[in-house]
């Protein structure tokens, strides 16, 4: 066991933990001592500090990597905890496989997957992660073994389903995946002026495509309020193939972190202005490799060093469908208002399905998500009063992506949080758990 400074994705929140690797899904956690509590550790890729336990002990599971059964008939996956998406689909696209729900990056572990239970641009569809995990097996601090499912040991698996990592480890689990006939996705993007578009985009493509997302110009100026581009999406037939290489591009590195913010008010003014032109409306459908559809970011390697050394912030919130043309209005006036440089803006619609999760974050409405460089008070000033627009309309933020939100803000949000208390392990406790918790 090493005391190391761990960061999570974001690198607003550094956390001097010990770090102990899980070798082997046989073995017995260790036993805390001093009062220390544990928490699983995948990949680091949670924003805030929901997967840092700072002063405490990381359990890493990034050496439960084995897949342990893939049917490639049905498409029933069983697999360790700490298995990267990533590493998942080069064994199963290629006969014909692909993750029924995936977030944004596919550098994240199965386990966090699950902890935080996921979402992606096909929610209104598929639901969230959680929804096709069929059995997991979770491992408590006093060795106790529990296999949960939707049949099994029910609570445990709604409690542990974007449970923050907080049940225990998960050290298995069995994932259905949705069949693909090639590795492409047929794509077509359309540019929006406003808000009101924007909702009859969504409209019009429910019924049409398994994926929409759109992103969203928030870099100021009235003319620019709710306007952006909107992208469907539903993957390719058979036998489809674009007429060049058919290999995803190749990844390259931001070799190390400038000792400022490449995202700044000017850069960020030029880059929005450029990339909302760069279509037309009516554009048509062209086919991507699934790797560029749904992992854009992930071809530059370590690209959170862009922010520099203060690292940033993603403010993610979730707001019911009913007036969501003016909240949504609200929020995007009130960060141009504010000048606060982002030109990463996703907005998203949440369908009615189900989570199964007690914590899951997803909700009937919209999710808008906006990367911020971190510019100290000023920008958190601005969040507050981005908090007072989502609370005062029944909204929620994502604690996966959250550094910063208050103990009120978030019990506001998720007041169901009290029925996961009888199900967190004795032994484990997070950063974000105390801090919303006990603020």
């Not at 500090?49 to 990381?58: A, E, F, M, R, V």
């Not at 960060?335 to 189900?354: E, M």
């Not at 967190?424 to 974000?432: E, L, M, Q, W, Y």
Request: aromatic letters at 12%.
């Amino acid at each position: 066991m090493m005391r190391e400074t761990v960061f999570s994705w974001g690198r607003t929140t550094a956390s001097d933990s010990d770090v102990q690797a899980l070798p082997s899904r046989f073995d017995r956690l260790p036993l805390p001592v001093d009062g220390q509590t544990m928490l699983p550790f995948g990949n680091g890729r949670s924003y805030g500090d929901s997967c840092l336990n700072p002063g405490g002990i990381l359990l890493s599971t990034r050496y439960l990597d084995h897949f342990m059964a893939f049917d490639a008939a049905t498409g029933v996956l069983r697999c360790e905890a700490g298995v990267l998406l990533s590493d998942l689909l080069k064994l199963t696209v290629p006969q014909g496989w692909f993750v029924p729900v995936t977030p944004g990056t596919r550098f994240v572990t199965v386990g966090g997957a699950i902890a935080n239970d996921v979402h992606g641009k096909n929610h209104l569809t598929h639901g969230t992660f959680g929804r096709h995990v069929r059995v997991l097996l979770l491992r408590r601090s006093d060795g106790m073994l529990l296999q949960c499912s939707p049949r099994e040991n029910t609570e445990w698996f709604e409690a542990t389903i974007g449970g923050l990592g907080l049940t225990g480890v998960v050290l298995w689990a069995e994932i259905q995946l949705r069949q693909i006939a090639s590795p492409w996705v047929e794509e077509q993007t359309e540019r929006f002026a406003n808000l009101d578009e924007f909702f009859a985009l969504c409209k019009a493509s429910a019924t049409t495509h398994e994926y929409t997302v759109a992103w969203i110009d928030c870099s100021g100026g009235a003319h620019r309020v709710g306007r952006g581009l909107f992208t469907r999406a539903n993957h390719a037939a058979a036998g489809a193939y674009p007429g060049r290489d058919s290999h995803a591009p190749a990844s390259r590195k931001m070799p190390f972190t400038p000792p400022f913010s490449l995202v700044n008010r000017l850069s960020v003014s030029a880059f929005n202005a450029l990339h909302y032109h760069r279509v037309g409306r009516n554009e048509p459908g062209h086919l991507t490799h699934c790797d560029t559809f749904f992992y854009p970011l992930d071809h530059i390697l370590q690209w959170h060093r862009m922010y520099g050394p203060k690292g940033f912030y993603q403010y993610q919130c979730a707001v019911p469908p009913d007036d969501a043309p003016r909240i949504l209005s609200a929020l995007l006036t009130e960060i141009g208002r504010s000048r606060a440089a982002s030109f990463l803006g996703v907005l998203k619609q949440f369908g009615t399905l189900a989570s199964p999760g007690l914590l899951s974050f997803p909700r009937p409405g919209f999710t808008l998500a906006i990367d911020f460089p971190n510019a100290g008070p000023e920008l958190h000033a601005l969040f507050e009063r981005l908090d007072a627009i989502v609370m005062g309309a029944g909204g929620r933020l994502y604690p996966a992506k959250d550094g910063r939100m208050s103990g009120a803000c978030f019990r506001a949000g998720f007041p169901q949080w009290e029925r996961l208390t009888p199900y967190i392990d004795p032994a484990f406790s997070s950063g974000f758990w105390r801090r919303v918790t006990t603020g």
